[in-house]
């Protein structure tokens, strides 16, 4: 199946308004392991509901638009994808319950010559539905393989590639997990 750049980069995604509570605030802690050690208070805070917080990580699965990539309509071979990065700037704190509206766009789309494939740059940002207010922007990369290069005319004019590690982060934070499975 041929690829269509064009297709690609002018893909519409719908926005899309996802309401969550406290209690999937908590369910997503707990999926990830936070209250798993005995004595680990730190992890509390995501699970209690006084002083409840989110986990940074939330954002990726707020709003998202599911597996896009794999419909007919993208003209891309799904036995030929494969995640290659992810990035998350978050904007603000993640509400432990609210509502956020996802939109999201394909960045680029860049040719790596034939046999080796293109790089697909997609990007999601949450927004507050109340205030319009940005949570957090989701950068992703999927490595396509296909055998040719794109087609002259389908070709995309070539523009640079926003890179997120050009600059320094803001902050910064380590968590320790460990599995307790055997």
């Known amino acids: 199946m041929a690829i269509d750049a064009n297709k690609l980069l002018s893909w ?17 802690a707990l999926g990830l392991g936070c209250g798993s050690e005995a004595g680990d208070a730190d992890d509390l805070k995501y699970l209690y509901e006084e ?15 599911g597996n896009w990539l794999g419909s007919k309509e993208s003209t891309i071979d799904y036995t030929k994808v494969l995640h290659g ?6 904007h603000r704190p993640i509400p432990p319950s609210g509502t956020v509206v996802g939109r999201g766009r394909i960045v ?6 034939r046999d080796k494939g293109a790089v697909l740059y ?22 396509l393989a296909w055998r040719r290069r794109l087609r002259r005319q389908d070709r995309p004019p070539a523009r640079a590639a ?6 320094a982060p803001r902050s910064a934070s380590t968590s320790r997990r460990t ?4």
Request: charged fraction near 25%; glycine fraction near 4%.
């Open 162 to 167: 926003r890179d997120p590690r050009a600059r």
């Open 51 to 65: 002083g409840l917080l989110a986990l940074p990580t939330l954002a990726v699965v707020l709003a998202s638009p």
């Open 12 to 28: 519409k995604f719908p926005e899309i308004e996802h309401a969550y509570t406290e209690k999937d605030t908590m369910l997503y």
């Open 179 to 182: 599995s307790t499975r055997r």
């Open 85 to 90: 990065e992810q990035y998350l700037t978050l």
């Open 108 to 113: 680029d789309l860049l040719d790596k010559g």
């Open 122 to 143: 997609a990007e999601r940002t949450l927004h507050d539905k109340a205030s319009g207010a940005p949570i957090a922007t989701l950068t992703s990369a999927a490595m």
